[in-house]
């Protein structure tokens, strides 16, 4: 049994500059899609799933920030939190990550659509007394933190060392 050839499909001709000279509101100027809107998923400290908020790629992370909270408390999550002022909350690109991010940059330079928002105010730790804690401030950064916890010496750690 023998097939018989199968002609050959023609393809539309098309004008790829047929666009140029016209501009359209969904084109950036370099000519790749122009985004409006950006999904961004953020996990809040302590809290069991991230929250998704769509922002504009002009917005600031101080602004990412406070509609993060409106959600968060509009969602009425459980583990309430310590309070809905923007100012006390830091961004991070994640819960490993120590440095936060400056509250005056651009969502769209950021890279990345997944971040973790923490507390900036530490509560105190069991045996820290009233002056240590007034020691932590409101604008103490997670990498502060872990210098200070890095510091405590014990020294039966000192010998794990010498296990290895």
Aim: neutral net charge; glycine residues 6%; aromatic residues 6%.
């Amino acid at each position: 049994m023998t097939m018989a050839p199968q002609a050959e499909l023609r393809r539309p001709k098309t004008l790829p500059d047929l666009l140029s000279g016209r501009s359209v509101s969904g084109l950036s100027p370099e000519g790749g899609p122009r985004l409006t809107k950006l999904l961004l998923n953020l996990t809040v400290q302590r809290s069991l799933g991230p929250v998704q908020v769509v922002m504009s790629p002009d917005s600031t992370v101080g602004d990412l920030i406070a509609a993060v909270l409106r959600q968060y408390a509009k969602e009425g999550r459980r583990l309430a939190l310590p309070t809905t002022d923007p100012a006390g909350f830091d961004l991070h690109y994640s819960q490993f990550s120590l440095e936060s991010l400056d509250r005056n940059e651009k969502l769209m330079t950021l890279g990345s659509r997944n971040f973790f928002l923490c507390c900036k105010k530490s509560e105190p730790d069991v045996g820290e007394s009233a002056a240590e804690a007034s020691e932590t401030t409101s604008s103490s950064t997670c990498s502060t933190e872990a210098d200070k916890v890095s510091k405590i010496s014990v020294p039966w750690l000192k010998f794990i060392d010498f296990l290895f």
